[in-house]
């Protein structure tokens, strides 16, 4: 039932609701709240708005320009399930409170834009997605960064490295580097956590198709959500990565959505897939098209190959997921397409010849993006293709690992580091521009934010490995 504001009213009365928890997402990608007695929360909040500081907030406004407004979404509100106070949650926009016109830095907002603009496009009413946001849970993690001092360590009961370590009683069966794949308990010793984290997921009315063990050692998992629209999924991503880490705390265990973690053993991604539709028809489906991949589709991926080291500032946009994107491991750097095949940045699924499950997969994303941010540029990347008739060029069904030399070196790669994918962007941008779904005030905040505050940061510290290797030069 969708929900209109004197439904969430009622909703507040039926459930003896004791707070109301506003939500709205930063720039970076974090979910921002305050609350307010729910007795306080009256119908002209959702036309009116509440007021907070602007100033406060990653990539917002500067402290002379602070007043702003957050105006709640009734379609989104959902009572939160972790917390002991019964409290609603509701998603909100941000507005200006002077023009009373959307904020142009509230990524939602970009997000709803981009929907529009496909729309407007006539090319689909409707873009469908469906992120597979991998995750580690931990049982400790400590780190610490002084002129004088930089560490971090993680710990794991099933860590391969606790194998022999004395746990007062070591039970064994840690998982091997890169066997966390699909064993069963004990050796998978999170399943029920798991679980737990999924039918929490469902309380707040996430679809849940599956849940299991991932690649990695440590508690690598995945929780594959059912695909949904874009501003839909992007609201539903920051739910899913709000469940997982309330859930992991309340049974000892601390959840990062950090591309790479650990070293030497799998990263965690978030492969992204997408299809676009019109009047109820998958426009992505040809059944004499390779992969019964339509010629639309073909385009759309060649708009994402074209734009990806673009894309990838907005879509892998940490310094950290450029140590998961690294050329002859088994994250997805070669900017090519295929089917089935899990080395191609672009992979078109096999798994059903229904024509409602044809998708492309982009593969090259993780967790740690802003999802209306990121959905939004893969859609604007992937409209460029169509409405340029950009050719990905033949589809690559080889094992890429295996190429002989000569071959591979005709295959583009992702950009290596975080400054490179910017530098991209900066150069790379007009298709985000088109409708005015991003705008060049938010581009260059986005620029400007990653270089200050991440990628100068990370570049001016030596590291731990770094005394390994150079201490007696």
Same mark, same amino acid.
Request: glycine share 6%; aromatic share 10%.
């Given at each position: 039932?969708?929900?209109?504001?004197?439904?969430?009213?009622?909703?507040?009365?039926?459930?003896?609701?004791?707070?109301?928890?506003?939500?709205?997402?930063?720039?970076?990608?974090?979910?921002?709240?305050?609350?307010?007695?729910?007795?306080?929360?009256?119908?002209?909040?959702?036309?009116?708005?509440?007021?907070?500081?602007?100033?406060?907030?990653?990539?917002?406004?500067?402290?002379?320009?602070?007043?702003?407004?957050?105006?709640?979404?009734?379609?989104?509100?959902?009572?939160?399930?972790?917390?002991?106070?019964?409290?609603?949650?509701?998603?909100?926009?941000?507005?200006?409170?002077?023009?009373?016109?959307?904020?142009?830095?509230?990524?939602?907002?970009?997000?709803?834009?981009?929907?529009?603009?496909?729309?407007?496009?006539?090319?689909?009413?409707?873009?469908?997605?469906?992120?597979?946001?991998?995750?580690?849970?931990?049982?400790?993690?400590?780190?610490?960064?002084?002129?004088?001092?930089?560490?971090?360590?993680?710990?794991?009961?099933?860590?391969?490295?606790?194998?022999?370590?004395?746990?007062?009683?070591?039970?064994?069966?840690?998982?091997?580097?890169?066997?966390?794949?699909?064993?069963?308990?004990?050796?998978?010793?999170?399943?029920?956590?798991?679980?737990?984290?999924?039918?929490?997921?469902?309380?707040?009315?996430?679809?849940?198709?599956?849940?299991?063990?991932?690649?990695?050692?440590?508690?690598?998992?995945?929780?594959?959500?059912?695909?949904?629209?874009?501003?839909?999924?992007?609201?539903?991503?920051?739910?899913?990565?709000?469940?997982?880490?309330?859930?992991?705390?309340?049974?000892?265990?601390?959840?990062?959505?950090?591309?790479?973690?650990?070293?030497?053993?799998?990263?965690?991604?978030?492969?992204?897939? #997408?299809?676009?539709?019109?009047? !109820? =028809?998958? %426009?992505?489906? &040809?059944?004499?098209?390779?992969?019964?991949?339509? @010629? *639309?589709?073909?385009?759309?991926?060649?708009?994402?190959?074209?734009?990806?080291?673009?894309?990838?500032?907005?879509?892998?946009?940490?310094?950290?997921?450029?140590?998961?994107?690294?050329?002859?491991?088994?994250?997805?750097?070669?900017?090519?397409?295929?089917?089935?095949?899990?080395?191609?940045?672009?992979?078109?699924?096999?798994?059903?010849?229904?024509?409602?499950?044809?998708?492309?997969?982009?593969?090259?994303?993780?967790?740690?993006?802003?999802?209306?941010?990121?959905?939004?540029?893969?859609?604007?990347?992937?409209?460029?293709?169509? #409405?340029?008739?950009?050719?990905? !060029? =033949?589809? %690559?069904?080889? &094992?890429?690992?295996?190429?002989?030399?000569?071959? @591979? *070196?005709?295959?583009?790669?992702?950009?290596?580091?975080?400054?490179?994918?910017?530098?991209?962007?900066?150069?790379?941008?007009?298709?985000?521009?088109?409708?005015?779904?991003?705008?060049?005030?938010?581009?260059?905040?986005?620029?400007?934010?990653?270089?200050?505050?991440?990628?100068?940061?990370?570049?001016?510290?030596?590291?731990?490995?770094?005394?390994?290797?150079?201490?007696?030069?």
């Amino acid at each position: 039932m969708t929900l209109d504001a004197k439904g969430v009213l009622a909703l507040i009365q039926e459930h003896n609701i004791k707070m109301v928890d506003v939500r709205f997402i930063d720039i970076p990608g974090t979910w921002q709240h305050f609350s307010m007695p729910a007795n306080m929360f009256e119908e002209d909040a959702f036309t009116d708005g509440l007021g907070f500081d602007g100033s406060s907030i990653r990539g917002f406004q500067v402290i002379n320009e602070s007043d702003m407004l957050v105006v709640p979404d009734p379609t989104t509100a959902f009572i939160d399930p972790v917390l002991e106070v019964p409290t609603l949650a509701i998603i909100c926009d941000i507005r200006d409170p002077i023009t009373g016109e959307p904020y142009s830095r509230d990524p939602r907002h970009i997000a709803k834009k981009a929907e529009a603009y496909l729309k407007q496009t006539g090319i689909a009413d409707t873009s469908y997605w469906g992120p597979e946001a991998e995750f580690f849970l931990f049982s400790d993690v400590r780190y610490g960064n002084q002129p004088y001092l930089s560490f971090y360590s993680v710990d794991s009961e099933e860590g391969w490295w606790n194998s022999a370590n004395d746990m007062g009683i070591n039970h064994g069966q840690q998982v091997p580097p890169k066997r966390g794949y699909f064993p069963c308990p004990p050796t998978d010793n999170q399943q029920d956590i798991r679980s737990k984290i999924v039918m929490t997921m469902q309380e707040v009315g996430i679809p849940v198709e599956v849940h299991h063990h991932e690649v990695a050692t440590a508690g690598q998992a995945e929780i594959d959500m059912r695909f949904g629209p874009l501003v839909q999924m992007a609201d539903n991503l920051l739910k899913y990565k709000y469940v997982v880490k309330n859930v992991a705390r309340k049974h000892g265990l601390t959840a990062t959505f950090m591309p790479k973690p650990l070293f030497g053993d799998n990263g965690s991604g978030m492969h992204t897939h #997408q299809s676009l539709w019109k009047d !109820g =028809d998958n %426009l992505f489906f &040809d059944e004499t098209g390779y992969a019964h991949i339509s @010629l *639309a589709a073909k385009y759309y991926i060649g708009g994402l190959l074209k734009h990806a080291p673009a894309l990838l500032a907005l879509a892998a946009p940490t310094t950290n997921s450029y140590r998961r994107l690294v050329p002859g491991f088994e994250a997805p750097v070669n900017l090519v397409y295929s089917q089935r095949n899990r080395s191609a940045a672009c992979r078109i699924p096999m798994y059903s010849s229904s024509p409602r499950s044809k998708r492309i997969e982009f593969r090259c994303p993780d967790p740690s993006c802003n999802p209306y941010l990121a959905f939004a540029a893969m859609l604007m990347a992937g409209l460029d293709g169509i #409405q340029n008739r950009i050719d990905p !060029g =033949d589809p %690559l069904d080889k &094992d890429i690992y295996e190429l002989p030399l000569e071959e @591979l *070196a005709r295959v583009k790669s992702v950009p290596g580091s975080l400054a490179e994918s910017l530098d991209a962007l900066e150069a790379d941008n007009a298709f985000l521009l088109k409708g005015n779904v991003f705008t060049e005030d938010v581009i260059e905040t986005w620029l400007t934010y990653k270089r200050e505050n991440e990628v100068i940061p990370v570049q001016l510290r030596p590291t731990p490995l770094e005394f390994s290797l150079y201490y007696d030069i």
